[in-house]
């Protein structure tokens, strides 16, 4: 055994991407994995969230937030997101997708390559958006497909997205290919029907992928959904009667550190005595280093921040601070010319003796 295998480092909480199948709703996937990470980790109160839903009809990652790693959600939500999704031009439904009949569009002009390219082209920044009806925005108090479903006419408030940009992979009239690159909150059933309308005509969507979340890709997810154990039979032995998972020993190696979720954040490394500081909530003096970014993910960022800033709509001053070993201590704000902790975290990391873990289980 080697010392590697030994004193392995894992993560108690982070961020764990996966890949979801066509067909399973985020939330199932979601509770699968806390399941299985509840058992692995022998802890029952261990909590599982999701940091941005798909539909069923999609698949594609979902990153999830393990443990305190939740806190973070808001900060991961700042993230671009990439998409492929199809689109079928001719016909309409009042879910822009396939959840719903579709409609023909009786004479609908073929738009040339060349016209839909240009549109694409021009879709880019902020753009004002009407997210479809059977969606899960709240609405007067309640989901809008909630009370679509009830027959109720339903209003659809306009909401503003970023479009990154828009790349035609593949068109063959009805059928389009694009790669989105956007900002959370994007619904791609409305793209694919502003791109359509631009055309004069109307379309669904047919397929989606989610293939990048910020810094997490769908090429580096975990591919096997956790299999549906029973309960175990002895509640003092969680890990007793896991079915194997395919291409993973266990999930809970799967878990990236949180930084990971944090790469566009400016960073502060502390010092030992800085790390105690900030753990008590004492303000730091300091100045933290700029993350390696593009000018445009950069400006991506500040924007979003900016529009859905609180207060007086100016993003807040903040970063992580991380210990000597890279690990996330807290997020901290700028109050009065010094750093204040503002969510602060127990340590992420530790070392499993490989030795001890055989014998446990």
């Known amino acids: ?5 030994s004193n392995a480092v894992t993560h108690g ?3 764990l991407p996966y890949a979801k199948p ?4 985020s939330r199932e996937l979601v509770n699968r994995v806390q399941r299985r990470l509840r058992r692995e980790q022998n802890n029952r109160k261990l909590k599982v969230g999701h940091t941005g839903t798909l539909d069923p009809l999609a698949d594609g990652l979902v990153v999830i937030a393990v443990g305190a790693a939740a806190r973070l959600t808001p900060w991961l939500l700042q993230h671009s997101k990439r998409y492929v999704a199809r689109f079928e031009f001719g ?11 579709v409609t023909a569009l009786p004479n609908a002009p073929r738009p040339s390559l060349e016209e839909i390219e240009s549109v694409c082209a021009q879709m880019h920044g902020w753009l004002d958006q009407v997210p479809p009806t059977h969606s899960a925005i709240w609405v007067d108090g309640e989901r809008a497909h909630l009370r679509v479903r009830r027959g109720e006419q339903v209003e659809m408030p306009t909401r503003r997205v970023w ?13 389009l290919d694009v790669d989105v690159r956007c900002g959370s909150g994007t ?6 029907m502003d791109i359509a309308a631009r055309c004069q005509n109307v379309a669904v969507m047919t397929r989606l992928t989610r293939t990048e979340v910020g810094p997490f890709q769908l090429a580096g997810a975990v591919p096997a959904v956790p299999p549906d154990d029973p309960p175990p039979g002895n509640p003092a032995q969680l890990a007793e009667g896991l079915t194997p998972m395919e291409g993973t020993a266990e999930l809970q190696n799967s878990i990236q550190a949180p930084v990971t979720g944090l790469a566009h954040v400016p960073s502060m490394p502390l010092s030992p005595d800085d790390v105690i500081r900030v753990r008590h909530g004492i303000r730091i ?4 280093q700029q993350p390696q970014q593009t000018e445009l993910d950069q400006e991506n960022v500040q924007e979003q921040s900016l529009h859905c800033s609180e207060g007086s709509g100016l993003p807040p001053d903040e970063c992580m601070a991380v210990d000597a070993g890279g690990d996330l201590v807290a997020i901290l704000r700028r109050k009065q010319g010094r750093w204040a902790p503002y969510r602060v975290f127990a340590e992420s990391r530790h070392s499993v003796d490989a030795t001890k873990k055989a014998a446990r289980t």
């Open 285 to 288: 003096g300091g100045e933290p």
């Open 187 to 192: 619904y791609l059933r409305s793209l694919g």
């Open 22 to 25: 066509h067909g399973m709703t």
């Open 163 to 175: 479009i990154d940009s828009i790349d035609v992979l593949k068109y063959d009239y009805p059928h």
């Open 91 to 101: 016909v309409s439904s009042v879910s822009g997708d396939l959840e719903e009949p």
């Open 13 to 15: 909480f982070g961020f």
């Open 1 to 5: 055994m080697t010392s590697a295998q």
